[in-house]
């Protein structure tokens, strides 16, 4: 049977129909969480390029800093004269539940339900290593999440999670100086010098620590002194019988992990 004249009319088909098939690739690539936290960060840029006076906050956008334990990734520090602002991208969809003390929050869109790591707790991380770079007081920088896309809040947030441009208005709310312009000069440079260069390699060595930290085979080290993080379990309290990652050096050293 010659099935040229049916392949021919497929193609034909195909070729009529190439920009709906285009469409459908493209929206499926940009629906990644890779490509959602690309434009979700190039959205924070823009907006803070046109809200912020780039004269009194300096921008550093896609910051990698060694740490202890391997390497933190920051998607924007802005260093002012009213403190060093730490903020962290989410751009998301749908209704967000969570709680600053929650390990997990919630994204609920329709029927399905998803969960994801408290971003708080996640920017914790990456305020500590910029405290431990600079040597600064630990008040002196300030942690921030914004949510970029078309997501609600439905249960109360603390003022520093922010929905759209409230970042910048939070960001905005502090203004006794506590930097001169030299010290803000010179806290620019110590994490220019300091970051790691922005380039695929280090974004791959970055996401292969993330993974080898969540496979207990692995030695963990601690993200404060660089001791060796032991799993333990929780003996006392509402969290008995929960393993839980802790310093070596304790109690000189009493960072813990959820495991």
């Known amino acids: 049977m010659d099935f040229s004249h049916l392949i021919g009319e497929i193609l034909r088909n195909l070729w009529h129909w190439w920009w709906l098939i285009l469409a459908a690739i493209v929206a499926s690539a940009l629906n990644t969480p890779i490509a959602k936290g690309f434009f979700g960060e190039l959205a924070i840029r823009l907006f803070s390029r046109l809200r912020l006076d780039k004269e009194l906050y300096r921008p550093i956008h896609n910051v990698t800093l060694r740490t202890p334990d391997g390497t933190t990734q920051i998607d924007h520090v802005f260093v002012s004269p009213y403190g060093i602002f730490v903020v962290e991208t989410k751009n998301m969809s749908g209704w967000i539940f969570g709680s600053e003390r929650d390990k997990q929050w919630t994204q609920k869109i329709y029927r399905h339900t998803s969960r994801f790591q408290n971003p708080l707790h996640q920017n914790y991380k990456h305020t500590k290593a910029l405290e431990n770079l600079l040597g600064v007081p630990a ?34 709310s502090f203004r006794n100086p506590i930097f001169t312009a030299t010290q803000v000069d010179d806290l620019v440079r110590r ?33 404060k002194c660089g001791s060796q993080m032991v799993l333990r379990t929780a003996r006392f ?18 960072v813990v992990q959820n495991s």
Not at 191 to 220: G, Y
Request: hydrophobic share 30%; aromatic share 8%; charged share 25%.
């Open 191 to 223: 994490i220019k010098r300091d970051q790691l260069e922005p380039t695929l390699a280090t974004h791959l060595e970055h996401v292969e620590r993330l993974q080898m930290r969540s496979d207990t085979n692995v030695e963990r080290l601690c993200p």
């Open 237 to 254: 309290g509402s969290n008995a019988g929960r393993k839980f990652w802790g310093c070596s050096a304790f109690p000189k050293c009493r």
């Open 139 to 172: 008040e002196t920088i300030h942690s921030v999440v914004a949510f970029i896309g078309d997501s609600s809040f439905k249960t109360d947030m603390p003022p520093n999670v922010t929905e759209g441009g409230g970042y910048i208005r939070y960001i905005k």
